[in-house]
């Protein structure tokens, strides 16, 4: 049974950083791409980033220059390093995976940025 389990996230000031991970078990996450969404009060969710199986990256251009997506095949982990935070990151960061046209989330972790 696939699950996405988030973890990492938390209040911080702006100009802060934080890292978000997420684990997978179920699946061989090195074999898909894998994503983080983030969803903010009263918004849609939209896409932060996106890593291929060959390690290509793709990145909203909001966070281009300031997060970094990445995987540990080892640990079936993948990252979002998220730097010079800002306080329009706020939302809930999940990570997502899109297996045989099936698509599946996370829980979700609450990432706060103080201004």
């Known amino acids: 049974q696939v699950h996405l389990v988030e973890s990492g996230g938390g209040l911080v000031q702006a100009g802060g950083s934080l890292r978000l991970s997420c684990t997978a078990s179920?699946?061989?996450?090195?074999?898909?791409?894998m994503a983080w969404y983030r969803q903010a009060s009263g918004n849609e969710r939209e896409l932060v980033a996106l890593i291929s199986s060959g390690g290509g990256t793709n990145y909203a251009a909001s966070v281009k220059g300031r997060f970094t997506i990445s995987r540990e095949n080892a640990a079936n982990t993948v990252y979002l390093q998220m730097n010079d935070l800002k306080p329009e990151d706020t939302a809930v960061y999940y990570c997502?995976?899109?297996?045989?046209?099936?698509?599946?989330w996370g829980q979700g972790t609450q990432v706060t940025v103080s201004s």
């Open positions: 997502n995976s899109m297996i045989n046209n099936n698509d599946y």
């Open positions: 179920g699946f061989d996450l090195s074999r898909y791409a």
